[in-house]
């Protein structure tokens, strides 16, 4: 089934914040920051902006009747700097005007006296000042004390990660106004209508039943407004409140990409411990969390490096530590992958490095090692229908991997100018938000009494289709026509305390719930229908294409007359289900249990080439075997995976995050932070679904798809080091993602010392 | 007052012409289809059509709204994706439906538009072409591979199509609507006997791409000079051995350029590294020489090629080397009323080599890190010319006199790029990561050399 909302997008008539029609009088607000990194706040002058005509206030922390606080995990957010100001971009006042342009015009009237204090900018130097958001956390297996004395080999080195811009197409934005009797309308580009509510009640200082949050869809969101739309949404409803007109606020991308916070930066310290036969026996690794300011949900980000610290190997003595450091750049914050692309990427640099300093292909080491039925994650969850290795063989016979190399080899023999890479990413990923408590989901379902159905639910829509799939399975358990349903806005008087929509749990957690509601309607419905056709039990009664069967036979009722009937009955039409994820349970204080639901499995080949003149490359190719469980919807899983592919290409390679001594980020519009474009995108893409089994917890047995093809993109990573290794055999191996062109032709020339010669 | 014709509509307006297109749609008419991703040309969210009269017809070009001055707008055919939509789908709706090309929906408008600006253009109907329509356009979510099935549906739908008459053609397969065919006509009335008047003052404006970009107020607070679309300026002509080249001419007209792309045989490769389709078809040579750059590609080229600036103020016309040309940072000796008229440059005989390299983050629209052009005479395998100019290595393009003028009287060789690289780095003081920098200079100065000569110069010079 075709994404629900594919029509209007095309028709460009789809509906995001900006494109909310205004109400008369409405004002326009524009965030005046901080411009340093840490500092004390001596004075602010609003004076001047304030005579600007059109400006009709400066919201700041003196109109906060609430607290002005919106942290989340940890209440350690202010929405307004106070007295000091922790991070360039960090907001200090929202100014009101009657447009944008005059706001703007404002913001750069207003004058303010900091006192500079040092600023942190790396997590390394936040760990040697013992700047931490919250305790480091261990997770162990095995024993690698004792163990290291068996290796044959061991491999230690450092590696760093470079953080991530979201680049969602549609920037954070809210859109807020009053209500009768001092309630407060939200419109937000969130990803958590909750947060919104908590928070904005917080702030305003009222209760959460006063304030309605209302998300039609979002343009993108990465995760990067799981946390991260909630200031905005704050500041407009407070604005609204202060000086009671509706305010928008919507900021520029170059506003976005200040403000808001990315993808953490990780550096690492690892050792590998290999047996004679290339088998992992001991692996460690301190991970070095860059979280930023303040919490945001780093301390679930760092959970999840955690939880994937082994990635899709079987590891029987691990040690693997993440510091989350606190510095001064904006808070690092959700997005796709959430912690795990970094576990991932440090085990697999080490891999690498083995394979070098062995003189073997790191593909042998990689199959040698790959989890089996049965292993135990560090967490100690079993790993249950296991197809770490079924992915790479499929993948490796499916997608001719030895004729690949061959042809590689061949290729890279044949030319100088030019060198190809070959790799393999085996993918493991966890389902299930690693807190136990946000897994669940809700839905309520209206059915008309002519025949139709409205369904909201607590998921957002974001592009991932998720709204598809829900109505994909109303539409089957109810056994009626997908036209006869509407999929509305998520919207909390509607549905309340809705979980994030993260995780990549959304379609799970919601899509059941949706199941659910469904299943008690029709119970009711065979109710009534059992008196209409005068039958003994319920339990005969069918409902199919929206017929009903008694018996197995077709009866003359029809579904509009069954629906019509109930309504006479005076049963209920409407349903509200929730579902809270079976099974899983985490102890955190032994840090082991069973916190997820299942796992997606995985394999990416990816071929590349380097232009060793210039120190570009491109991606040929990538193939993949992925495991959907048994996909409901593979157009849009297909989509999720294709997508998140090449976000995560760009991770690896041409997105630098470069933030200077100041604490000023270097790239800070897209004009210089670059995501991949359609030239960059790989010239033969391949996506084949592993034949495997549906997952029970998964909705309609379809495995969550949202998050775990990012990290193939770690597989382009190696394959462009391998290539380069073809031109510079001697290249020093730095494993410091991404691979920039800067980085790849600086390597693959080492002598940069006699240009000056 | 501006008069054109949005979508279906006639409109007219007093806003100041130097305000951006956008902003209009999406403000004064509501026209929401249209979107901000990021008001510096780099996503294509607000890509719309621009047609205008040319041989009796309409020809359409895209460009990014944002960065489009209104008074750019005056007299044309404006397209958003309203404008597009009927009661159904069009086939290339509907093609991004079925691929699914389309997921969070927020960058889709941009996209179709880029397709119908591939329909409704020149160039071969190929996948290539349709792939570098969109080339301003960023989508975050889908990966591309899904869009780039969907241009592939659609270049087989537009086989039957012929190379005239494109928009009866669409109009009758139903990928446009009916009032496409009224235009012409309708433009006729609102244009007539009008031409872009070029005034001896004010801010002078041309494609908008820089100025909308660096300041948006000046553009809109200042008496606006329109000189887009001049058509004395938007040529480019043969004087003597001269060639040169109108300052209205835009990025697209260099790329398409027959008699350019015969002097410079990878002239079209040049230039698609430069921006993106929507972007070229607004921004002019003139705007890029006079921002002032240090890494205008345009300028890097020309200034290889000795250009010279003619420049016209109140009347009197004067002449300026063009590597005299900048002062410093994004300055340039010119006053601010002072027009660009013209750069001309030696036609380039069969003797002459031209080459031109461009690195960036991003191979596509991206800024250069360092980019470089050289020109070299050749003559039975010695060099009797040589010109280097390199961008990106401080406030102004550099001309390397010293590395040039040694490379003249050498054959190209291992040697010669060695000694010629050694002295190119004593020129060069890059002031940002000088090492990549001084590493990139000497990369493309092999190139450039290998490229002029690749039987006698060879990898090892670099090891």
Known sequence: MINIDSRTHVRGESIYVNDIPLREDTLFGVVFASPLAHGKVKSIDFSEALQIDGVEGIISVKDIKGENQIGGIIQDEELFADKTVDYIGMPIALVCAKTERIAKKAVSRIKIDIEELHPIVTAREAYAAKKFIVPSRTFKIGDTESEWKSCAHIIEGQAEMGGQEHVYLETQGAYAYLTEDDGIKIHSSTQATKYVQRAAAKVLGMPMHKIEVDVNRIGGGFGGKEDQGTPWACMAALAAQTLRKPVKLVLSRAEDIKMTGKRHPYSFDFKLGLSKDLKIVCYEVQCFQNAGAC???????????????????????????????????????????????????????????????????????????????????????????????KCWDTAWKTFGVEKLKKEVADFNQKNDLFKKGVSLYPLCFGISFTKTSLNQGRSLVHIYSDGTVSITTGVVEMGQGVNTKILQAAAQTLSISTRRFTIHSTNTSRIANPSPTAASSGADLNGKATIMACQALLARLKGVACQELKAQDPGDIEIKDEVIYHKGRKTELTWARLVFLTEEARVSLSEHAHYATPIIHFNKAMEKGHPFAYHVYGTAVTVVTVDCLRGTYNVDLVKIIHDFGSSMNLDIDIG??????????????????????????????LSS????????????????????????????????????????????????????????????????????????????????????? | MLNFIVNNKEVRTELPPGSALVDYLRDVLHLYGTKIGCREGDC????????????????????????????????????????????????????LIQKNGTQCGFCTPGFVLSLYGFCLGDKPRILENAVEAMGGNIC????????????????????????????????????????FLEIPERLRKINVGKVVEIKDSGCIIAGGTDLLLQDPEKAIESEANLVFGAKEYKQIKFVGNKCYIGAASTFTDIKESKELNRLFPKMADYVKLVASTPVRNMATVGGNIANGSPIGDVSVMFIALDAVLVMKNKGKTREVTLKDFFAGYKKVNKDPEELIEWIYFDTPDGKTLFSFEKICKRDFLDMATVNSAMRVVVDNGIIKKASFAVGGLGPTIRYLEKAAGYLVGKRIDNQTFKQANRIAQTEITPRSRAEYKRSLVRQQLFIHLMNFSPETISLEALR
């Open chain 1, 295 to 389: 919490a945001d949900v780093s301390p679930a980000v760092m959970e999840r490096t955690l939880f994937h610290g082994t990635a899709s190997y079987f590891v029987p003595n691990a040690r693997i530590t993440v510091h989350s450091c606190k510095t001064n750049i904006p808070p690092n914050t959700a997005f796709r992958g959430f912690g795990a692309p970094q576990g991932m990427f440090v085990l697999e640099a080490a891999l690498m490095k083995a394979a070098v300093t062995l003189g073997v292909d790191m593909m042998e080491i990689q199959k040698k090692n790959l989890l089996s039925e049965g292993d135990r994650f560090p967490y100690d969850q079993e790993a249950k229908n296991c197809n770490a290795r």
């Open chain 1, 640 to 669: 999720q995976v294709e997508g998140a592919l090449l976000q995560g290409i760009g991770l690896m390679t041409i997105e630098e995050l470069l933030i200077d001594q100041t604490g000023k980020l270097v790239y800070d519009d």
């Open chain 2, 140 to 179: 975050r979510c889908t990966g591309y591979k899904s869009i780039e099935r969907a241009a592939g549906a659609i270049v087989e739908q537009l086989k039957p199509m012929g190379k005239s008459d494109q928009v009866q053609w669409l109009v009758q397969n139903k990928f446009l609507p009916g009032y």
């Open chain 1, 673 to 757: 932070y670059k995501v991949p474009d359609i030239y960059f995108t790989p010239r033969t893409l391949e996506v084949k679904p592993l034949d495997s089994k549906p997952d029970p917890l998964a909705l309609l047995g379809s495995k969550a798809v949202g998050e775990p093809p990012l990290m193939y993109g770690i597989g382009t990573y190696f394959a462009i080091l391998k290539a380069m290794r073809e031109f510079n055999p001697q290249l020093k191996l730095e494993l410091w993602a991404p691979m920039t062109h800067q980085k790849c032709l600086m390597s693959l020339y080492d002598n940069y010392g006699d240009l000056l010669k």
């Open chain 2, 44 to 95: 294509g969210a607000c890509t719309i059509l621009v047609g205008d009269l040319k041989n009796g017809g309409v020809k359409y070009e895209t460009m990014t709204s944002c960065l489009m001055p209104l008074g750019n707008a005056n007299h044309k055919h404006i397209v958003t994706i309203e404008g597009i939509n009927g009661d159904e789908l069009t086939p290339i709706q509907t093609e």
